[in-house]
């Protein structure tokens, strides 16, 4: 199945005419007041620029004062360049510009790196990264340590009229990568959950040694839980913002070992390091967490308690 591209009415607001880098030159030798906006970053724009070119990072709140800022006048012609690996920088840049007031608004297409391929000079303090592709995802082969104190996991249960939330512990950790491939076995302290909305209630005690009671997670015999990544690979592509490793591993928990997958999202901070975050539901039944359910209990009134259990978790490793 082929994937549509995204596009919001903002976007679509506006369709900015298109100049070739060619007919850009033309334009810019005619002696014609334009102003060129570069919309990427103020360090990429540093690093790699057109000459003369001014710049205002669409990505930042104050886009609009920056424009305003650089071209006073909204009846001059603007011309919008970003890295030119797709249009939508500039779609969305020239969206807000119409929005303000400016008239006069072109696209240069292909971006930076299409300037450069045409043989237009290029400024800044490395300008052969016009060229450059996007950044994309390299996960180095390391052997990661990994900090419980820097990491996260959190739980959400409900029913049919509430919901509780909290966290619990990361007792330790290991994490290595080999070719892209992550592995690794995560020790969860059962012991240590706490619940987020109940904090500083004289509820917030009752509901915990619930949880930790043989009703849940009979912490007492089983005071940890284990998951093991047996496999997490890149999926195809793998955008940077996006889940782009499928996970499967094995949850140990009460005592039981079951299969359990899921997509994260990895990134690679700067220094080596490497982030995983996972947001995903389990059903907790399929570890003998039966308390409330509706599939092992019947007239259970306020004491049914949905299955699934939702999780978010943040690893990090140096």
Known sequence: MSQSTPQSPATLALTPKKLSPDALRVLLDSGREIVVLDVMNAERHARCHLPGAKNACVYEVVFP????????????PVVLYGA??????????????????YAEIYQLEGGLSAWHRAGHPVEGESPGEAAL???????????????????????????????HHGSVGLASGSLAASGGELSGVFEIDLASI???NLEGSDLHPVLIAHLQ??????????????????????????????????????????????????????????????????????????????????RFFHFLGMHMVFDPISMAVRIRGE
């Not at 180095?140 to 029913?159: H, Q, S, Y």
């Open 133 to 163: 592709a996007p950044a994309a995802l390299s996960v180095p082969d390391k052997t990661f340590r990994v900090d419980p104190a820097a990491c996260l996991i959190e739980w959400a249960g409900r029913n049919a009229g509430n919901t």
């Open 84 to 101: 030119g690996v797709t249009p939508h920088d500039c779609e969305h840049a020239a969206a807000k510009l119409a929005r303000l007031g």
């Open 213 to 294: 009671s043989d009703d849940f997670f009979f912490t007492a015999l089983f005071p940890k839980a284990v998951f093991e990544i047996v496999r997490a690979v890149p999926l195809s592509p793998a955008h940077l913002s996006a889940p782009n490793y499928s996970v499967e591993g094995k949850l140990t928990l009460r005592g039981l070992t079951k299969p359990l997958a899921f997509a994260a999202t990895v990134a690679t901070p700067p220094g080596g390091a490497v982030a995983i975050e996972a947001h995903f539901d389990f059903d907790r039944t399929d570890w003998g967490v039966i308390y409330g359910s509706s």
């Open 194 to 196: 706490q619940c987020y």
């Open 65 to 76: 004062e920056r424009v305003r800022e650089l071209v006073a006048d909204p009846a001059t």
